[in-house]
């Protein structure tokens, strides 16, 4: 049994989990993670929304060295991707990329959503986080 580094960062079932956003009623401007107030049109009708699971990647960079605290990571440290991905119509994500290796990555790439082991807690139960994969040919 795993659990989720924030169970308020996601919706769905265990096999179907996706991002939770918020959506603004009226200006239809998307934002990760949820928030209560829009920040396009400061409005305040926002509604809670499921986000893409495929995008493509925006940006990306290799994470080389242990962050400082309040990370609470593994504590045996590898280097991480790091990257943007937008989520057609809706918005560009900051997420963990599953690929670490700058050639395996390029900007426009098609990425999916997938889950990481983040760190363990006490009792060993593994707690994962979300991330973004290349997405395969048979995945499209």
Do not use: N
Not at 28 to 36: E, K, M, S, T
Not at 52 to 68: D, E, N, S
Request: aromatic share 10%.
């Amino acid at each position: 049994m795993s659990t989720l580094v924030d169970q308020d960062l996601f919706t769905g079932t265990p096999d179907r989990r996706a991002l939770l956003g918020s959506r603004c009623a009226d200006c239809a401007a998307h934002v990760f993670p949820r928030q209560d107030g829009c920040p396009r049109c400061t409005g305040g009708r926002m509604e809670d929304v499921p986000l893409a699971r495929r995008g493509v990647l925006w940006a990306f960079t290799v994470q080389g060295f242990r962050p400082k605290p309040p990370y609470t990571g593994s504590k045996e440290f590898e280097p991480y991707g790091v990257g943007y991905v937008e989520l057609p119509g809706q918005v560009i994500v900051e997420a963990r990329l599953t690929e670490a290796d700058p050639e395996g990555l390029r900007i426009g790439m098609p990425m999916v959503l997938t889950w990481v082991p983040f760190r363990q807690e006490e009792d060993g139960t593994p707690v994962l986080t979300y991330a973004f994969a290349p997405e395969t040919q048979e995945e499209r």
